[in-house]
């Protein structure tokens, strides 16, 4: 039986959307860095959910976990990296944006608001550097291995607990409860239809990526368990 979870992965995507191929400034490395990278094979459970959502579209291109409006640097069509490199030749127009919301950002959350009906808990999936980027609150600090977050309210305080609990029997390690992050847009917007949390895990080696994956599947069967 699939464990009733809906899981998102925003950020693993290296694709350039067709329609900014030729704006592109970044290479493939840079597009690989500014996302979350491992996050493909670490989150690779969607045989195993009720519910999975990804996309192919890079993050430094189309932020899934960003407001619609959001227009900042680091917004929901970004103008530079998290590493303060510039993505494009040149700014894009109010039209363009509206065909990538349209043909990319809308039909994820549509589907995340479909794929919600009847499940559990959704989890909002990523993983983080290990060393804060530049352009980060927290710049320039070693990270926790594990931050669990739910925005002080996105989900019932003591399943967030419980899940932090199981994800440190797995990793047998500290889990970071909403530092250094609280919980970015998914889980705040997405919470009135379904409880939420967001997880994030360290890109540092301390497991490999199959690893990394297993103990995920690990804790979230557990959590999945005590439920019943």
Same mark, same amino acid.
């Given at each position: ?9 925003? $950020?693993?995507? %290296? ?13 493939? +490395? ?12 670490? @989150?690779?459970?969607? +045989?195993?959910? #009720? =519910? @999975?959502? %990804?996309?192919?579209? #890079?993050? #430094? @291109? ?12 680091? =917004? ?32 994820? $959350?549509?589907k995340l608001v479909r794929l919600s009906k009847g499940q559990l808990l959704g989890i909002d999936? $990523? ?9 980060? %609150? ?8 594990? /931050? ?15 899940? #932090? ?17 609280? =919980? ?36 979230? %069967?557990?959590?999945?368990? /005590?439920?019943?």
């Amino acid at each position: 039986m699939k464990l009733p979870l809906l899981i998102s992965v925003p $950020h693993a995507g %290296t694709m350039i959307p067709l329609e900014l191929e030729q704006l592109n400034l970044l290479t493939a +490395d840079q597009i690989v860095k500014d996302g979350d990278e491992g996050a493909r094979e670490i @989150y690779d459970i969607e +045989d195993q959910v #009720a =519910g @999975y959502v %990804t996309t192919e579209i #890079a993050r #430094a @291109y189309l932020d899934m976990n960003r407001a619609e409006s959001d227009r900042s640097a680091d =917004g929901v069509v970004k103008t530079e990296t998290i590493y303060q490199e510039s993505i494009y030749r040149e700014l894009l127009e109010e039209k363009q944006i509206q065909q990538l919301l349209s043909h990319y950002y809308r039909p994820y $959350h549509r589907k995340l608001v479909r794929l919600s009906k009847g499940q559990l808990l959704g989890i909002d999936c $990523h993983t983080m550097a290990s060393e804060a980027p530049p352009i980060s %609150t927290d710049a320039g600090s070693v990270r926790p291995l594990i /931050c669990l977050s739910d925005a002080e309210g996105t989900c019932p305080k003591d399943w967030t607990r419980l899940m #932090a609990k199981y994800l440190e029997a797995s990793f047998e390690c500290t889990v970071s409860i909403n530092h250094p992050f609280k =919980g970015g847009y998914i889980i705040r917007s997405h919470s009135s239809e379904l409880p939420w949390m967001q997880l994030e895990l360290s890109r540092s080696p301390f497991d490999t990526l199959t690893q990394k994956k297993e103990k995920v599947l690990r804790a979230l %069967t557990e959590w999945s368990r /005590c439920q019943k």
